[in-house]
């Protein structure tokens, strides 16, 4: 059983920046990629970041390019989120996810297609 959990969140000010963590543990984790999807009130689950576990390129969310970075650190069986100069849209519970096998880059962006979930963490951005 694989168990994901975040932390990092919090209240900040547009402008700052958070960085979130994902600690993966279980017996066996070896996931083919793991991913940042967020979900703010009355809104759907939205695709932030994803990256694939034995290295290739990372995937972004339009509203995140040039903003957001995603890593991992193999060795910890964590994955980041650095979230720079944050927006008041920014604001949701941020959820890590991982998935067991392999799917083109064409699905990263589909929480469907994805195993394991955090129990996520609240981000708050003022302006």
């Known amino acids: 059983q694989v168990q994901l959990v975040e932390s990092g969140g919090g209240l900040v000010q547009a402008g700052d920046s958070l960085r979130l963590s994902c600690a993966a543990s279980?017996?066996?984790?070896?996931?083919?990629?793991m991913g940042w999807f967020r979900q703010a009130p009355l809104k759907e689950r939205e695709f932030v970041a994803a990256i694939p576990w034995s290295g290739g390129s990372t995937l972004y969310g339009d509203s995140v390019k040039g903003r957001f970075t995603i890593s991992r650190d193999n060795a910890k069986n964590t994955v980041y989120l650095q979230m720079n100069n944050l927006k008041p849209e920014d604001t949701a519970v941020y959820y890590c996810a991982g998935a067991r096998s392999y799917r083109s880059y064409n699905y990263y962006f589909d929480p469907m297609t994805y195993d394991y979930w955090g129990q996520g963490t609240q981000v708050t951005v003022s302006s």
């Open positions: 279980g017996r066996t984790f070896s996931p083919h990629r």
